[in-house]
């Protein structure tokens, strides 16, 4: 098999022929050649070589030790940086724990040999030809997930290649192959030795891709969430039910992917927010997922008991445009079909809230305190906010005069109770 070159290997080729000119050997590996075989667009250039660490450094001036512990150089060229690695071994699993440093090797087979799928398992030469020789190219030609050699062994040397696994089964619609699958499900408990955030950033590559649905539903089907080294406690919520997870592809943010596909299993907004610390989420993205969550549970309690003013109340707590994120996974999600949310007319009355802050109030403490004739103290941003909630609301207009008689007649009001 003869490839051309997409462009970003095309530009690495200069790095690839001075290595071959000094007489060593050098071939592309991993995703992009993977992705040039299937045809899909490439993103990381990765190039392995015969060439040690310190041979490779000696050649190009720009480079950066990036990876000396498994023997990568980071290489920058015409602006773009490449990932130089030279041919190795893994680690066996009794230095799982405790990895004993690179067995460098020299056969471009046996390099291929430690690699996770076949499809992964692929050199591509300067000149276009593909080394392929554990037909990683027909196995995408059957769109199956393979491991290289012995399953067993591929995935106690890293557990996390399971997740990878069902990424790859997930994003490009793929079968896995029977001995790979049970070897999976097999070697599930290895999931504890895998750092929280390794598992995070392969739920996201499963969220992003074109079909999370199909992740959820392999992820569900592989029990591997189950086993992590913190157990997640979304785990308790997930059921194997692929008429589940909406049109969760329809969005294109990825948060707004996260809280719809969380919303789509039932899940609790303080489950969600528990699983995604332990996930290691950063804050921002975690709140943001979240306060999308409970909106949608705000919305269900307030259809339920008529409450008429929680929108203009959530909208002016956490602004403009997490509801309009929130407005975007309710509609992507079925539950919105199942409840009485109108969406429509919460959309509508988000563009029309006539004041969403305290400084578009006209109104402010000290005005107020000296109207009712009482020493300022936590009455007051009580009294502001809920004057900006029915100013928002349309309840009230916002003039001067007309909030001071609204906040005396609640004072009255407050009196009488009392
Ligand atoms: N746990 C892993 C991770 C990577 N690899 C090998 O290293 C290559 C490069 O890995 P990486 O850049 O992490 O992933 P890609 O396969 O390129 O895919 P993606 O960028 O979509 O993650 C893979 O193709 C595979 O050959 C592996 O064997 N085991």
Redesign the pocket.
Known sequence: MKLSLPKPLEAAVPIVSRLEESGYEAVF???AV?DTVIGRPV??V?IATSARPEQVMALFPKCIPTGLRHGTITIVHEGETYEVTTYRQESAYEDYRKPSGVAYITSLEGDLL???FTI??MALRNDGSVFDPFNGAGDIERRCIRCVGDADARFQE?A??MM?AVRFIAVYGYQPAVSTWKALRKHRELMRHIAMERVQAELD?MLAGSDPRRALVWLHASGLLHKMKEPLPLTEYMRVDSTRYGLVEQLADLDCRWAAALLDSAIPSAIADESLRLLKLSNNRRLRIIGIMRMHEEALAAANNEGADWWAETVIRDGKQLAEDWLLVESAIHASAVTPIDLKILKAQLNEFPILTLKQLDMNGRVLAQRLRKPAGPWVSRCLHRLLVSVAGGKLVNEREKLLMQAELWDKEDKSDE
């Open positions: 590996v991993g995703g993977r993103k990381d990765d430690r690699r996770d992964n398992a890293d996390l290649r990878r590559k």
